[in-house]
């Protein structure tokens, strides 16, 4: 079954960090770019990192230096430690293949309290 599920998201402080999990189906994730996505109320889904299958990264700008993307293959599994987290990350939090997208899974829920 080809699914996506992702885990991590709650409620910090401003300055706080937080690490989502994406459990992935191997159709999905094997030999692809993974990406973490975002949603806040009112406006698109957004690109936030992505990585390549053999560890290449890359970043929005207002995430870069506070988020780091990873992978480990053997799981199937996609990361994204979130550091020095701001009011403005507050968002429903997915992953995904790059690109050539998959089914959404039902997201994570970051919120960043000032």
């Known amino acids: 079954q080809v699914q996506l599920v992702e885990s991590g998201g709650g409620l910090v402080q401003a300055g706080g960090s937080l690490r989502l999990s994406c459990a992935a189906s191997?159709?999905?994730?094997?030999?692809?770019?993974m990406g973490w996505y975002r949603q806040a109320p009112g406006k698109q889904r957004e690109a936030v990192a992505q990585?390549?299958?053999?560890?290449?990264?890359g970043y929005r700008d207002s995430v870069k230096g506070r988020f780091t993307i990873s992978r480990d293959n053997a799981k199937n599994t996609v990361y994204l430690q979130m550091t020095s987290l701001k009011p403005e990350d507050t968002a429903v939090y997915y992953c995904?293949?790059?690109?050539?997208?998959?089914?959404w899974g039902q997201g994570t829920q970051v919120t960043v309290s000032s």
């Open positions: 990585i390549t299958s053999g560890g290449s990264t």
């Open positions: 995904n293949r790059v690109a050539v997208y998959a089914s």
């Open positions: 191997e159709s999905i994730f094997t030999g692809n770019i």
